[in-house]
């Protein structure tokens, strides 16, 4: 019999050749009217970046110029103990000039202060805030902490200048503790600071100051978040274009956007999730998981195609980076360009269904065969082996295909003989699976815990726990990825990560201490954030060890885990419990000090017995990171200053006298060292241990005596 191949019958098939057609024809169409919406997207991307850029800079430039106009007032070179003072006029001035800006003020080094604010338009919840009389347009505050005793007095104007209200109260604002003051002073330049909450009126904001020429003190300018937004929104007006602008820090914390802010937003600081804006949410995140700035990228969203770009700021806000976004809907550009291409589709799907009954006729008559080998097939697959299957078909593939599953069933009925169908089955339903098993590596662990978690949490509720430890949890780990660890498990409160595994890394003590160093700046920060709050601070332990262990894949058939398992991992969980008895927050072995390398600072602790070991082990503190290494590019916020880094090598001095037995000296150190330091819980323990050594010397077995812990 002569078989036509298959090839050949699929070519026969007019419908399948009209839909093929038409598909090529329209999917180009529509390529091309994407490329072209694409591009177009792309073009005015690149064209608000350039925009923005040079936007941004004019955004600042007026109260930059006011504040260097200011710095060289001679009018402003002191102030009177009265609120009629020469430079209210200009000061008033430069602030109606300048509408994004809520007030223009000046500190002095003896801690006066000078300021106008706005009180009227955008600015009026400010009375409120400030206990000023309804329709006052301006305020004038002068701070003198010269004279005692401290006042402050308040003048309040309409819009006509007159005097509208006036009051004196103690003085309880000192502009010389401000950041704003502490900034421009120390960069002995202008700056601009990171956003932060305005004193006086309870706003985010930024301050931009300069230290005034000639004389002691500062010059500043006070723009708020919601301004600095008002003056995007108006730049997205003025654009005509869809688009919407975000200016983030590194944290994505905003400090202005072109969409309207959340209720309340002007008063605390807004996440970019806290925007509800799916476009500049998805340009973040991106952002934020790469760690890269990008230009013209397309995002897929929960409102549709954006196209975006991420852009750092170019002036520097704070100390912390900051980048604009610029996001646009691709649909604005897609919608029109693709009416063409879905017209063809439309005539395509036409022509498509009038060759449905051909395609259907041919089709049944190649599903039978092809129905009868699929039914075969699994019959074969559950080893229920019958008669021979009988397939007459003019189609090549198809007749040898019979003949195949034929020979398979056959093939598969003597291989039954040998082995256990119940055996096959299995066999051929497991499929190819992990093992357990793994290999020696060195490894670098950390353990982490907080400081009274257990009464904590009975204390607070369950809700409110669960999203404290979200949020502490999702900081700590983010800074453990940032320094490539890997993050083992969760244990309630506690975690455990480590480095060199799965991937390989020569400097994972390194990393690891780096990590424990973030992590303990960002439990820091946080607990100053929830104790200004009003809410109980969560105070983080650390423990770090590095050490040969077993890395792989641990647990039964059904379930695997990859982990870490031996005596460094023991270690390491010893470690951190330990700082309670020291008083210490990162507790690292000898293991650890020896690879980290120089860079980092410790401070030797004790030689100790952890319980499971056998042989003591000295431990250290952790405490930071030297100033001139190259970890202080990494971690400026653990840089130890010189005072620092002199208190360490002194703890240095008096640990070896404790180790010669030298008990006089080493009281008469201790005590001077606490004496400078009280809160350090590590010299009162060998303070006492320096009185007790004193009055009753121990013996040559000291190391069990003293640090078996």
């Not at 919406?37 to 600042?60: C, M, P, T």
């Not at 439309?346 to 259907?360: D, E, K, R, T, W």
């Not at 952790?622 to 090598?649: F, H, N």
Request: contains cysteine; aromatic residues 8%; charged residues 15%.
């Amino acid at each position: 019999m002569n078989r036509i191949p298959l090839r050949w019958a699929l070519l026969g098939i007019f419908g399948a050749v009209t839909i093929a057609a038409t598909a090529v024809v329209s999917g180009a169409n529509y390529l091309l009217a994407r490329q072209n919406a694409l591009s177009g997207a792309a073009a005015l991307i690149a064209e608000v970046n350039r925009s923005l850029d040079s936007q941004l800079r004019l955004l600042f430039e007026p109260q930059s110029l006011a504040t260097l106009a200011l710095s060289m007032a001679p009018s402003l070179s002191t102030v009177p103990p009265a609120l009629d003072h020469p430079a209210l006029g200009m000061l008033r001035a430069m602030l109606d000039a300048i509408p994004s800006t809520q007030s223009i003020y000046v500190g002095y080094e003896n801690g006066d202060f000078l300021r106008v604010v706005q009180l009227a338009g955008t600015y009026s919840q400010n009375r409120t805030v400030l206990g000023a009389p309804d329709n006052a347009a301006v305020g004038i505050q002068l701070v003198v902490n010269s004279k005692a005793p401290a006042s402050e007095m308040w003048r309040f104007l309409d819009d006509t200048g007159a005097i509208f209200g006036e009051r004196t109260q103690p003085a309880a604002y000192d502009p010389r503790v401000r950041p704003w003051y502490r900034s421009a002073t120390a960069a002995n330049g202008f700056i601009v600071t990171s956003p932060y909450i305005i004193a006086s009126t309870a706003e985010v904001g930024v301050t931009l100051a300069q230290p005034a020429l000639g004389r002691s003190g500062v010059v500043g300018a006070d723009m708020t978040l919601t301004a600095v937004s008002n003056y995007l929104a108006d730049l997205k007006r003025s654009w005509t274009y869809p688009v919407a602008l975000a200016v983030f820090d590194s944290e994505q914390q905003v400090v202005a956007t072109s969409q309207p802010l959340p209720e309340g937003a002007g008063a605390q600081f807004v996440h970019v999730v806290d925007l509800h804006d799916a476009g500049i949410t998805a340009a973040a995140t991106k952002f934020g998981t790469t760690g890269q700035a990008f230009n013209r990228a397309t995002l897929q969203t929960p409102a549709g195609a954006m196209m975006a770009s991420v852009q750092p700021v170019p002036f520097e806000i704070g100390e912390a980076r900051h980048f604009f976004a610029i996001v646009a809907p691709l649909d604005a550009f897609v919608v029109p360009l693709l009416r063409t291409a879905q017209q063809s589709i439309l005539v395509g799907i036409l022509i498509a269904l009038l060759s449905v009954p051909f395609i259907l006729v041919f089709a049944t008559r190649l599903a039978g065969p092809m129905r009868a080998l699929a039914e075969e097939s699994e019959r074969v697959r559950r080893l229920e082996i019958g008669s021979t299957l009988h397939i007459r078909s003019r189609i090549r593939e198809v007749s040898d295909l019979a003949a195949s599953t034929n020979l398979m069933r056959s093939t598969l009925a003597a291989f039954a003989k040998y082995v256990p169908r119940e055996l096959v089955h299995g066999i051929l339903d497991s499929g190819m699976a992990p093992m357990p098993g793994g290999g020696r590596r060195p490894v670098t662990l950390l353990f982490t815990d907080i400081e009274g978690f257990t009464t904590l949490s009975e204390q607070i509720e369950p809700e409110a726990l669960m999203l404290k430890m979200s949020s502490y949890l999702e900081r700590m780990v983010t800074e453990i990825f940032r320094h490539d660890g890997t993050v083992d498990k969760y244990v309630g409160d506690a975690i455990m990560a480590y480095w060199n595994a799965p991937r390989y890394r020569t400097n994972h003590a390194a990393l690891g201490c780096r990590a424990a160093l973030g992590c303990r700046a960002l439990s820091n920060a946080m607990n100053q954030d929830w104790q200004a709050a009003g809410e109980a601070p969560l105070y983080t332990r650390f423990g770090l060890h590095t050490g040969d262990s077993i890395v792989g894949n641990v647990g039964s058939s059904t379930r695997l885990d990859f982990t870490v398992l031996g005596a460094t991992v023991n270690l390491a969980s010893r470690l951190e419990g330990l700082n309670k008895h020291y008083g210490t927050q990162i507790l690292v072995s000898e293991a650890i000090r020896a690879e980290a390398g120089d860079n980092f600072v410790f401070r030797p602790v004790d030689v100790v017995l952890p319980k499971g070991s056998v042989n003591a082990v000295p431990i250290h503190e952790l405490v930071g990171v030297r100033a001139d290494s190259d970890e202080a590019a990494i971690l400026p916020g653990a840089v130890l200053s010189p005072r620092q880094e002199a208190s360490c090598a002194e703890w240095r001095r008096i640990y070896e006298l404790f180790g010669r037995g030298e008990w006089a000296a080493l009281i008469a150190e201790i005590g001077a060292y606490t004496r400078a330091h009280p809160n350090d819980k590590l010299a009162a323990v060998y303070l006492k241990r320096a009185w007790v050594s004193a009055f009753s010397p121990p013996d040559a077995n000291r190391a069990q005596r003293f640090y078996s812990k």
